[in-house]
């Protein structure tokens, strides 16, 4: 029996948790340096599943497995896989991030602010190695509790909205999901544990009645169109770490949960409901990126952004085969890392301005020049610039949905065009039209600033030049998915054939 | 004549004959020693936990022909209602003598219903039901009116005692309508009698059965009979109403789960659906019209009711898993209602109240401990794991949808969710609002206990709920 890696990773972070809430609340320097270097530490707990993980099976790894309640045959089950494991250490990075971004922003209830980040962090762990639906679930709702706090607590002047609609959006949809866990666990023979009921074959009937009941609770966390319209409110108001990690985690999960569970436990569902999962992607890419076209606040343009690169992500993921499917979630690291930069950018100049109107900025490039340059980086990963990991997801993305379909292909990529107009548009209105003198003796970046966003440069140009790291990690186990799915390892690959596979990408080294 | 009599075995009654004992000794000791007040619910504490105990260790047995039943199932229910008791005495000395009603019949009555509610989740026959229901429904009557110079309280005592009375009468003529189609009000004989007979379908029969239903659904506060609650909630002393969110509602259950399975075991079908419908409307009331309450007490009265119709859930089905599934839940809404209205005391002062929504404004910058047992047993009741409300409700969920009431659950799984928007609204209050308010609050040991066992329990059970399952799940009716 090796060390239950996997229960210390989440469970450490509530431990200290629980342990800054015992100190006393005067000393907010003092909780500061324990809440970073708890988030270290828990940082530094992920970096040995980096280098023992198998990449030669799709077995879960480093599996851990108790009973729980044995009236219902609930087990305590986790474990990675190769899509799970690259979230784990895209959470526990985003969160020590956030405690540093927090630093000087957060004012009031420090210690509170912290407990809830770090119960976040363990919640969010526990949803990505969770292996039974029911201990899934738990961790799945009982991240709701911190996230609420943060948003409704720390958030702008109209928290209060946006934590209550974001609670309810995201309470509707889980429970709905309950419905379909339990009715799954009836006729799957009484068990919660995932791989035993994707094991399982159900009628097609019950299946399309389950994908649309897990439906409810994953296109809600995605946010697919139309269940988005919590996001906006949501990212806006929530203070700079609750806007990051909602765009870099949270709404990961609800990818998550599709190819957890959608897609292995009910495969026929999936292939029937491919079209208009298909079609709601592509609103979502085109809608999302006119929106931002509209858009005067900073933070609702990058909220309404993630609308439509979540938008790139479910396609990839419904278009079933290799590449859009590992180019899907390698998109999801790639927008945490993106649209996480890009909101710990606009945390660290809202600090300084209090606003986020688009029109109050203009010409800070004179003036925070360090930062015009991270910015402009940002911006260009975000487009997709070939060099940087937006490209690379894109680019998989719609290779693959052009060999199932090349006209869902042809519109998701005018949304690269869209993308690209708001992000530049919004990168000229703030830091090149003429210099708005408020902002004369605004400070620049210091020392904890450009530490915060150095992890996020490297890992930008890592993944965009060497894709085929984090790409190694998810291959055997897409192909078991996708095997799972279509009966083919490599998908559905009709239409056009390449006959390349994303491993032999002419970017890999 | 001579009428052979032979006294029927008293040890099964042995619980409820101490209790009535301790019931007249408090006012003894009320009126040799009025000084003591603190005597009293010292006495009243060890002499529920040892009933407890007494209780946990009873055998199951039958005495008074068939009309007095000392089964897992009844054991169970007791120790809620010992629970209640014991956590309302808790709650109570401080609050008593802030009211300014710290007197011996305060507990005596109280003992009293418990009596009468004891005896009630233990009878077998009807005309039993109803004298333990009467004896639980009197006590309380005056406990609601005890504050004297409270127009609400007198308000809230007089339409219960009307409203109750009314139900008592409904319930009556039910049981004289079974009496009168089946020649018995034995419970095990009525279902006897009706296959014999054949007449599940008869109309007389039919209306019995109804009548004997609302007057139960009244008790346990279900929606469409659900008008007395917010106004007798808000009236009553805040721990009688915390008392009487839990006891009696058990007790109601308790004697509703016994009738449907041993007087009509065959007619599931016919009744399931008509208790399907009473549970949603319940949960529709009880969501929807808590939105709109500025009062905690009415809050959580209309919350009360919703619990009652999720709770309903699980007797509807008429399965085991059904039953165990609302028996594990009326427990863990113990814990978690008890919780909610040990800080609802814990702030009350004198002179204010402190029961409007508003009053709780700006409370976790003041009161940090007090505001985050809050939010537990809030978000509890709400249904959010890793609390135990999630394990309740989800038990409830899942039996429904093995007996296939598929709809009826997912009208259910709607509804709490717009429960958890009166239940944010208090959090959003106590968390993001601020307030140029001072709290003052008097942590007694009693109070302290009461939120800690609340507390332990509400988490301890949401994360290892094997135990009280297990428990549940053997205490069952034998079917």
Known sequence: ?????????????????????????????????????????????????????????????????????????????????????????????????????????????????????????????????????????????????????????????????????????TLVGSLLMLVGIITLYMQGGDTFDILALAEQSYPLKLQLMLFWAFFAAFAVKVPMWPVHTWLPDAHTEAPAAGSVVLAAILIKMGAYGFLRFSMPILPEATAAMMIPMIILSLIAIVYGGLICLAQTDLKRLIAYSSVSHMGFVTLGLFSLNTQSVEGGILQMINHGVITGALFLAIGMVYERTHTRLISDYGGLATRMPVFASFFLLFTLASIGLPGTNGFIGEFLILLGSFMTRPWAALIAASGLIIGAWYMLWLYQRIFFNPVNPRWDSIKRLDRREITIFLPMVILIFWIGLFPNHMLSYMHVSVAHLLEQVTGNPAGIANGVQFGLDAAALPLSH | MNIPFTLPALGPIMPEMLLVCMAIILVAVDLLFPRKKELLSQLVVLTTIGLIVMLFKQTPAVTFGTMFIVDPYAIFFKIICLFGLLMTTLLSGQYLKIEKINQGEYYSLMLFSVVGMMTMISAGDLIVVYLGLELMALSIYCLVGLLKNDWRANEASLKYFLMGAFSSALLLFGISLLYGMTGTTDLAGIAQYCLEADILTNPALLTGFALVLSGFCFKVGAAPFHFWTPDIYHGAPTTITSFMSVAPKAAGFAVLGRFLIMAFPESQDQWGPIIAIIALLSMAVGNIIAISQQNVKRM????????????????????????????????????????????????????????????????????????????????????????????????????????????????????????????????????????????????????????????????????????????????????
């Open chain 1, 1 to 169: 029996m090796s060390l239950p890696i996997l229960s210390l990773l989440i469970f450490f972070p509530v431990l200290g948790a629980v342990i800054l809430l015992g100190t006393g609340k005067e000393n907010g320097k003092k909780i500061k340096i324990m809440a970073l270097v708890i988030s270290l530490l828990e940082f530094v707990l992920t970096l040995p599943l980096w280098f023992a993980f198998d990449k030669t099976t799709h077995h879960m790894q480093f599996v851990e497995r108790h009973s729980w309640i044995s009236l219902f045959n609930i087990e305590y089950y986790l474990g990675l896989d190769g899509i799970s494991i690259l979230f784990i250490l895209l959470s526990t990075l985003i969160t020590i991030l956030c405690v540093l971004v927090s630093w000087h922003s957060i004012q009031t209830k420090i210690k509170e602010f912290f407990v809830c980040l770090l119960l976040l962090e363990g919640a969010m762990i526990g949803v990505f190695c969770a292996l039974d639906f029911f201990l899934f679930y738990i961790f799945w709702e009982a991240m709701l509790i911190p996230m609420f706090l943060l948003i409704g607590v720390w958030g702008g002047p109209n928290r209060i909205y946006a934590a209550t609609k974001f609670f309810l959006y």
């Open chain 2, 300 to 479: 959580l009265a209309y919350s009360s009711i919703a619990h009652a119709g999720y709770a309903l859930l699980g007797l509807l089905t008429g399965t085991s898993d059904g039953y165990s599934a609302t028996m594990s839940y009326l427990y863990i809404y113990a814990f978690m209602n008890m919780g909610a209205f040990a800080v609802v005391i814990l702030l009350c002062t004198k002179g204010h109240r402190r029961e409007s929504l508003t009053d709780y404004k700006g409370l976790a910058k003041s009161n940090p401990g007090a505001a985050l047992l809050m939010l537990i047993f809030l978000f509890s009741l709400t249904g959010i794991p890793p609390t135990a409300g999630f394990i309740g409700k989800f038990y409830l969920l899942k039996a429904a949808l093995a007996a296939g009431y598929t709809w009826t659950v997912i009208l259910a799984v709607i509804f709490s969710a717009i429960s958890a928007y009166f239940y944010l609204r208090l959090i959003r209050y106590m968390y993001m609002e601020e307030a140029p308010q001072q709290f003052v609050t008097h942590y007694s040991p009693g109070i302290i206990a009461a939120l800690a066992i609340s507390a332990i329990g509400v988490i301890g059970i949401g994360i290892f709920p094997g135990t009280l399952l297990n428990w549940a799940a053997r205490s069952l009716i034998v079917f």
